[in-house]
């Protein structure tokens, strides 16, 4: 059964930390992972990852995934308060376009 | 505003109630997706189509839920007899429809339903 799981569920840093966020994933014919921002309304693309070690990077958000342990993580370096979301990550497998979503991260990032 | 759009943003419904919910996804889209979404909750896939074609649907959308998507663009997703139950974030994402797994979805503002 496909199934996706976060870590942590909440988070509380301080502006300018680094936090690093986990999602383990278990797929049959594992197609992509993808992570998206959720603040009070639908989510928001981040990153699609296809490959193992192939790191995306979007100014101070950056993920990689390793296809061999099953697992994949979100860095968000300098954080703001505008970062503050949940994070959701998803996967899918092959045969089917659906995605199976993981509870996400409630990352809260106060001043 | 050229993203995933959908009417009505909030719905609040009496139980027993039939409830239609309407998607336009982005224009060149072929792949239209429902999702729903309760709280503290990642989104459930619900269904979804490529163009006209509903290809896909989960165990959660049972004989009291119907999707269309008559021309393949628009769609629309109605809940009859509603349950309490039910109350949730109906959320509709679209996509390219590109082979080999390089198909992101993007997500509509999603419609509130609940249920009293």
């Known amino acids: 059964e496909d199934k996706v799981v976060q870590s942590p569920l909440s988070l509380v840093v301080h502006e300018g930390d680094t936090v690093t966020l986990n999602c383990s994933y278990e797929?049959?014919?594992?197609?992509?992972l993808l992570w998206y921002k959720q603040e009070k309304k639908a989510p928001t693309f981040l990153f699609m990852l296809?490959?193992?070690?192939i790191e995306k990077k979007s100014g101070r958000l950056s993920s990689i995934l390793d296809k061999k342990e099953l697992f994949s993580i979100l860095n968000i370096t300098a954080t703001q308060t505008g970062d503050s979301a949940v994070y959701l990550c998803a996967d899918s497998g092959a045969g089917s376009y659906q995605l199976t979503f993981g509870k996400g991260t409630k990352l809260s990032v106060i001043p | 505003d050229t993203g995933v759009s959908q009417d009505p943003r909030h719905k609040i419904t009496k139980r027993g109630q039939n409830v239609t919910f309407r998607c336009d996804p982005i224009?060149?889209?072929?792949?239209l997706y429902w999702y729903r979404q309760t709280l503290g909750q990642g989104p459930e896939f619900l269904t979804y189509?490529?163009?006209?074609?509903?290809?896909?649907k989960s165990r959660l959308l049972s004989d009291r839920f119907s999707a269309e998507r008559p021309k393949g663009s628009f769609s629309t997703l109605e809940i009859q007899r509603t349950e309490q139950g039910d109350s949730a974030m109906y959320l509709c994402?679209?996509?390219?429809?590109?082979?080999?797994?390089?198909?992101?979805?993007?997500f509509g503002p999603g419609t509130r339903l609940t249920v009293l």
């Open positions: 994402a679209s996509s390219l429809g590109l082979a080999g797994g390089r198909d992101e979805q993007f």
């Open positions: 797929v049959t014919n594992f197609r992509s």
């Open positions: 224009s060149e889209h072929n792949r």
């Open positions: 296809t490959s193992s070690g």
């Open positions: 189509f490529q163009n006209e074609a509903q290809l896909e």
